[in-house]
């Protein structure tokens, strides 16, 4: 066993960890685990497939798309690690791969490919009968009748998914038949522009209204430990699903946030996966008198884009500190801090090129506003949802409550104003 060490907080460490973090080229973490990292005072090795701005530190090549292959470059390059950490969803199977190869912990390799494929999940959930929305999987080939009949059967207004995709892109509401179709032609219009091979399915779920939640947890032997409980105001019924405002802690009674953590875990464990974070969404359902955490998507990752900066724990650690202290084993009691936090996320409103983001300042300055981060650079082209990717950028607030914080957010919103030609 490695001896311990103690970080500048006094917070035990294995002295000399060294962690393999596996990070996509196009994601916004990089630098947040990397602080991580240097905090933690871990040695690490960085494996990306592509080029990272990380000031000159050397960067082993990592195939996402050949996890096989990809692998065994990587542990012949690096050597003995004693964790293997995926910075984002494009590098999860192949993190998986080589934590397998390596011997380390890690999630099964099918459990992490059934995290990314959201017709597997409900699938899977299903046979664990856990509280999930009607659902039916098209297949690519079906014929075109297929999407309306599987939207009757799951009832108007549905949802047409694409499986692969995350953060809202390729997700539509439909409301009759005639809009399930062209839901479906345009979702399978954004696959093809993202590259996605032809015969993916397509994913028509029932539509269910009621507020939204989400829950981050670390698993530790399947074990869910809660690092956030997100509420979502604001997220619009449709036709797309932009994520807006997220608040932490969540104001939703006791008994309901009890049973989303439940759910969380049982539909973790239902996947197979056991180990690292997780990143769980939901809508509390209410018909019927009845009120239940209906699952949405899981990811096995923490909270995406910039999102985990909203969040700090005791001793001003970052989730991305609990998330490398997780895979190495420690024990990780994440300590909340007394306030409420929030963060915004700016949408992309029309397509075009982004040409300004004017009123940065003014915004920066409303009271309760303690971070406001632009990540597409000027000039480049921009789509909204359910085509695009990305967010224009990340606000932060704290507060005393829920309220003070998402009227910062909001006045925040209101001083920007974003040039798109």
Excluded at 54 to 81: E, I, K, Y
């Amino acid at each position: 066993m490695r001896p311990e060490a103690k970080d500048a907080r006094g917070t035990a460490s294995p002295a000399g960890a060294r962690v393999l973090l596996l990070v996509p080229a196009r994601t916004y973490r990089a630098a947040d685990f990397l602080t991580a990292a240097d905090r933690l005072g871990l040695d690490l090795v960085v494996g990306s497939d592509g080029a990272l701005p990380l000031g000159g530190r050397p960067v082993v090549h990592a195939d996402p798309a050949d996890p096989r292959g990809s692998a065994g470059r990587l542990v012949a390059a690096t050597g003995p690690v004693d964790a293997v950490v995926a910075a984002d969803t494009p590098m999860l199977v192949l993190a998986a791969t080589v934590a397998a190869r390596m011997g380390l912990a890690h999630n099964p390799v099918d459990a992490v490919i059934a995290a990314t494929d959201k017709a597997r999940q409900r699938r899977r959930w299903a046979g664990a009968g856990l509280p999930q929305p009607r659902f039916q999987v098209v297949p690519a080939a079906a014929p075109a009748e297929s999407v309306p009949e599987a939207a009757v059967r799951v009832g108007y207004p549905c949802v047409v998914k694409a499986v692969s995709l995350s953060a809202s892109q390729g997700i539509l509401r439909a409301d009759d038949p005639a809009g399930a179709v062209a839901a479906a032609g345009r979702v399978r219009q954004v696959l093809a522009t993202a590259g996605r091979p032809g015969t993916e399915p397509l994913l028509i779920e029932e539509y269910l209204p009621g507020q939204e939640l989400s829950i981050d947890g670390l698993l530790r032997d399947g074990d869910l430990t809660v690092t956030a409980a997100f509420d979502k105001p604001g997220t619009p019924p449709g036709p797309t699903f932009e994520e807006t405002v997220l608040i932490t802690p969540s104001r939703l009674p006791g008994h309901v946030r009890s049973a989303a953590v439940r759910t969380a875990g049982q539909a973790a464990r239902a996947l197979g996966l056991t180990y690292g974070p997780i990143h769980a969404e939901m809508r509390i359902d209410d018909r019927g008198g009845r009120v239940r955490p209906a699952l949405l998507e899981l990811a096995a990752r923490s909270i995406g884009g910039l999102c985990s900066r909203a969040l700090r724990f005791g001793g001003g650690q970052s989730l991305e500190e609990l998330v490398l202290a997780n895979a190495l084993g420690r024990p990780v009691t994440p300590r909340h801090p007394a306030r409420t936090s929030g963060v915004l996320m700016l949408p992309v409103e029309r397509p075009g090129v982004l040409r300004a983001v004017q009123g940065r300042s003014e915004a920066a300055a409303v009271p309760g506003i303690t971070g406001l981060t632009i990540t597409i650079p000027l000039g480049q082209p921009v789509r909204p949802l359910p085509e695009g990717d990305r967010y224009l950028g990340f606000v932060f607030a704290e507060g005393d409550s829920h309220q003070q914080v998402e009227r910062a957010l909001g006045a925040a919103r209101d001083r920007l104003h974003v040039v798109i030609g």
